[in-house]
């Protein structure tokens, strides 16, 4: 007798099938509605992939981002607008929802990213946190992930800003299992708060659900996008062109820590 297939299964074996044979990395950026900056961080981004001969698209699915095109669900790489020889962009404000299946996933989306641009070394995931969880999750059945992808926090020197980042680090951690985060914080160069915060961060998020946040960048709003990063980002940048493999064991025991705490803290 042969067993039906569970198509969720099914279609994450696929996925792990589609991208154990591509290069494309999937990069989670946390979008921030408090902050004013989040464009030009989104730009040193790129520029620090592009130094490293990287080829990046940006999804912006944030909630400022503009609407996906009409033929989005038809030929979503007719939708995506080359920015650069390294740059290009996909306005998809409301597109990652399109394709939710009946587990709330929504990693059906990234599938037909990778194939709208296979051209891309990387790809940048801009979106809010619950948006992320539904295309990241690594707690439902059948996760398509070996390793967990490793989100890129945006906040400002501000507190709206960044009590909004720790909730979404929160949220991610204890819905989608994603514990290890990188921080980009807009900031002047002669800010007094930007070293705090960025520690205050970091302590909070061990302290309260068991995360690591492994570095931060800090980006001057002021400055040109178009210049060279600073070394900071330079070192974000690497480690995720390196691979992520070393977080696996740290994941493993945040999300571990997370559970835990998960009872003392909520």
């Known amino acids: 007798?042969?067993?039906?297939?569970?198509?969720?299964?099914?279609?994450?074996?696929?996925?792990?099938?589609?991208?154990?044979?591509?290069?494309?990395?999937?990069?989670?950026?946390?979008?921030?509605?408090?902050?004013?900056?989040?464009?030009?961080?989104?730009?040193?981004?790129?520029?620090?992939?592009?130094?490293?001969?990287?080829?990046?698209?940006?999804?912006?699915?944030?909630?400022?981002?503009?609407?996906?095109?009409?033929?989005?669900?038809?030929?979503?790489?007719?939708?995506?607008?080359?920015l650069s020889d390294r740059v290009s962009y996909l306005a998809a404000r409301g597109l990652p929802i399109r394709f939710v299946d009946a587990s709330d996933s929504t990693r059906g989306f990234l599938q037909r990213i990778a194939e709208g641009a296979p051209h891309c070394d990387v790809v940048l995931?801009?979106?809010?946190?619950?948006?992320?969880?539904?295309?990241?999750?690594?707690?439902?059945?059948?996760?398509?992930?070996?390793?967990?992808?490793?989100?890129i926090v945006l906040a400002e020197d501000h507190p709206?800003?960044?009590t909004h980042a720790y909730a979404a680090m929160k949220l991610l951690a204890n819905r989608?299992?994603?514990?290890?985060?990188?921080l980009m914080l807009g900031?002047?160069?002669?800010?007094?708060?930007?070293?705090?915060?960025?520690?205050?961060?970091?302590?909070?998020?061990e302290i309260f659900f068991g995360g690591v946040l492994r570095s931060s960048a800090r980006i001057d709003?002021?400055?040109?996008?178009?210049?060279?990063?600073?070394?900071?980002?330079r070192r974000l940048v690497a480690e995720r062109l390196r691979g992520e493999r070393r977080d696996r064991a740290a994941s493993s025991s945040a999300t571990n820590a997370a559970r835990r705490s998960s009872v003392e803290f909520s």
């Open 187 to 205: 900031a002047a160069p002669q800010s007094p708060r930007a070293e705090r915060i960025a520690i205050k961060l970091a302590s909070c998020t």
């Open 1 to 82: 007798m042969t067993l039906p297939i569970d198509p969720r299964n099914d279609q994450a074996e696929g996925l792990r099938q589609m991208f154990a044979h591509t290069r494309v990395r999937f990069i989670p950026v946390v979008s921030n509605p408090h902050i004013a900056f989040g464009g030009v961080m989104l730009e040193r981004l790129c520029t620090a992939f592009a130094e490293r001969q990287a080829t990046t698209l940006v999804v912006d699915a944030a909630e400022r981002a503009g609407e996906a095109g009409e033929m989005a669900l038809v030929d979503l790489g007719q939708c995506i607008e080359r």
């Open 221 to 233: 709003p002021a400055g040109d996008a178009a210049e060279a990063p600073g070394e900071d980002l």
């Open 125 to 151: 995931v801009h979106a809010s946190s619950p948006e992320l969880c539904r295309l990241f999750s690594q707690k439902r059945a059948g996760a398509a992930w070996s390793e967990a992808p490793c989100p």
């Open 160 to 162: 709206d800003s960044v």
């Open 176 to 182: 989608a299992g994603l514990v290890v985060f990188d």
